[in-house]
Nanobody, 124 residues
Framework: QVQLVESGGGLAQAGGSLRLSCAAS????????MGWFRQAAGKERELVSA????????YYADSVKGRFTLSRDDAMKMLYLQMNNLKPEDTAVYYC?????????????????WGQGTQVTVSS
C-alpha cells in the first residue's frame, strides 16, 4: 500500500518561498508519475505540476511557470516542489499524488494515491 506524506507548508509573504516535500512509502516510486495538486477554498482541485518516471517529462500549470520547480529523488522516494515568488493566489491546500505511468497526468482521476495535504497561505 502506497502512502504519501506532505510537509513544508505554512505561511509566507508575497514574494517569499516555500519548499514542499512528499515522502512516499510502499510501491515502486520510480515507476510512477508524481504530481502536486492544489485546492483553494471553494474551488476545484487543479494540477500544479507533474513529473514522469525518470523525470523524462515535467508539466507546470501556466500560473506557476517560472516560479515553481518540481523535482524527484527516486532513491529516497521523495518529491519536492520549490515555490518561489509566491502570490496570494497560491494559497491553497497542496496535495501530493501518484499515478501509473501512461495515464493522463492532468486529470485528478488518473492518480490512485493521495497524501493528506499541506496548507500553504500567502499573505499580501
Amino acid at each position: 500500500q502506497v502512502q504519501l506524506v506532505e510537509s513544508g507548508g505554512g505561511l509566507a509573504q508575497a514574494g517569499g518561498s516555500l519548499r514542499l516535500s512528499c515522502a512516499a512509502s510502499g510501491g515502486t516510486f520510480s515507476s510512477f508519475t508524481m504530481g502536486w495538486f492544489r485546492q483553494a477554498a471553494g474551488k476545484e482541485r487543479e494540477l500544479v505540476s507533474a513529473i514522469t518516471w525518470s523525470a523524462l517529462r515535467t508539466y507546470y500549470a501556466d500560473s506557476v511557470k517560472g516560479r515553481f520547480t518540481l523535482s524527484r529523488d527516486d532513491a529516497m522516494k521523495m518529491l519536492y516542489l520549490q515555490m518561489n515568488n509566491l502570490k496570494p493566489e497560491d494559497t491553497a491546500v497542496y496535495y501530493c499524488a501518484e499515478a501509473p505511468s501512461g495515464r493522463s497526468w492532468i486529470m485528478p482521476g488518473s492518480y490512485d494515491y493521495w497524501g493528506q495535504g499541506t496548507q500553504v497561505t500567502v499573505s499580501s
